[in-house]
């Protein structure tokens, strides 16, 4: 059987215990980012970090947890908006080397292609009408 692909995105998230960075999984051929994020009600996350705060500014410390499953009723926030210097030093801390084309550090949000929907023909079906309208009375 075929393997199924996957999509990788970065997403960084406001949960009630504090700010994360991770790497959302999801299924490009049947979901989008948006999709998992916003409806699906568990997801995976590879390689969760910690995200910690102080004057010169934000640092990632890997929680040391290869993947994750997330409830998304426990996500106050979240977005695909980066900053670069947070990202950067996040994909230093991540043990493993990203070859997989789908995955990527840019800035640029996806969008999935919907195929274009051609104007349905319009198709008129007349019902019978009843016994009565169609036999008329003979006088």
């Known amino acids: 059987m075929r393997e199924q ?3 990788k995105q970065p ?3 406001q949960l009630q215990t504090g ?3 991770g790497i959302v999984c999801y299924n490009p051929l049947f979901e989008s980012i948006q999709f998992v994020l916003e409806k699906k009600e568990f997801f995976e ?3 969760p970090a910690l995200v910690n705060f102080d004057k010169t500014g934000l640092y990632p410390y890997l929680i040391g947890i290869p993947t ?3 409830q998304r009723i426990h996500i106050v926030w979240y977005t695909l908006e980066i900053p670069k210097t947070l990202l950067s030093l996040y994909q230093q801390a991540v043990p493993i080397k990203f070859t997989e084309p789908s995955f990527s550090f840019s800035q640029k949000k996806e969008i999935p292609k919907k195929p274009e929907k051609k ?3 319009e198709k008129v079906i007349p019902f019978p009408g009843k016994k009565e309208e169609q036999e008329e009375p003979e006088n």
Request: charge should be negative.
């Open 5 to 7: 692909p996957v999509g």
């Open 11 to 13: 997403v960084l998230f």
């Open 19 to 21: 700010l994360f960075l």
């Open 45 to 47: 996350v590879e390689w």
């Open 68 to 70: 994750i499953t997330l």
């Open 119 to 121: 104007e349905p023909e």
